[in-house]
Every structure is written in structure tokens, then in C-alpha cells.
Nanobody, 120 residues
């Protein structure tokens, strides 16, 4: 069984920074793309950042230049460094990972979500 555990959310003032972490654990053979999504009430979940196993990243336009996604393959962990935060970044942030296990094959797993609140 695979688990994704997020940490690092919280409340910060406009212009502040937060760093989210998401660690995958379990009977993991390989981890492919790892991603961060966010969702606010009444809106669809949107992808914020994605990073390939080789470290290639892509970002939502509104966070480019402010957010940095990275990963530590040895620790099966993905990070999201969020700088110059704005109130519109307020959301529940979820990590997602495309993971292969011997028992279940390749599947997309999700974390439980962590709240990020940016006050003006």
C-alpha cells in the first residue's frame, strides 16, 4: 500500500513564504511524475506544478516565478516552495504521484491535503 503524507501548510501574510512537503511511503518500485494541485470551495481542482522523475518542471501561469517545485528521489519526497504569496493562493493543496508497485502496477495516488491561507 502507498501513502502520501503532506506537511508544511499554514497561515501566512501577503508576500510571505511557505514550503510544502509530500513524502511517499510503501512498497514503491518507481515514482514517475509528482504534482501539486490546489482547490478552493466551489472550484475545480487545478494543477499548480508538476515535476518529472528527471526534474523537469511545469507550472500554472499564475505561480510562475513565485513557486518552485523540486523533489528528492532518494527520499521519495516532493516539495513546493511558495514565495510572494497572495490571498488568491489560499486553497487546500494536494500532492499527487504516479507510482508503480509490484502488487498494483502503475497508479496515481493522492495526499490528504494541507490548508494554505494567505491573509492580506
Amino acid at each position: 500500500q502507498v501513502h502520501l503524507v503532506e506537511s508544511g501548510g499554514g497561515e501566512v501574510q501577503f508576500g510571505g513564504s511557505l514550503r510544502l512537503s509530500c513524502a511517499a511511503s510503501g512498497s514503491i518500485s518507481s515514482i514517475y511524475d509528482m504534482s501539486w494541485y490546489r482547490q478552493t470551495p466551489g472550484k475545480q481542482r487545478e494543477m499548480v506544478a508538476i515535476i518529472s522523475s528527471g526534474g523537469i518542471t511545469n507550472y500554472l501561469d499564475s505561480v510562475k516565478g513565485r513557486f518552485i517545485c523540486s523533489r528528492d528521489n532518494a527520499k521519495n519526497t516532493v516539495y513546493l516552495q511558495m514565495n510572494s504569496l497572495k490571498p488568491e493562493d489560499t486553497a487546500v493543496y494536494y500532492c499527487s504521484a504516479n507510482i508503480h508497485t509490484i502488487s498494483t502496477g502503475r497508479f496515481v495516488y493522492w495526499g490528504q491535503g494541507t490548508q494554505v491561507t494567505v491573509s492580506s
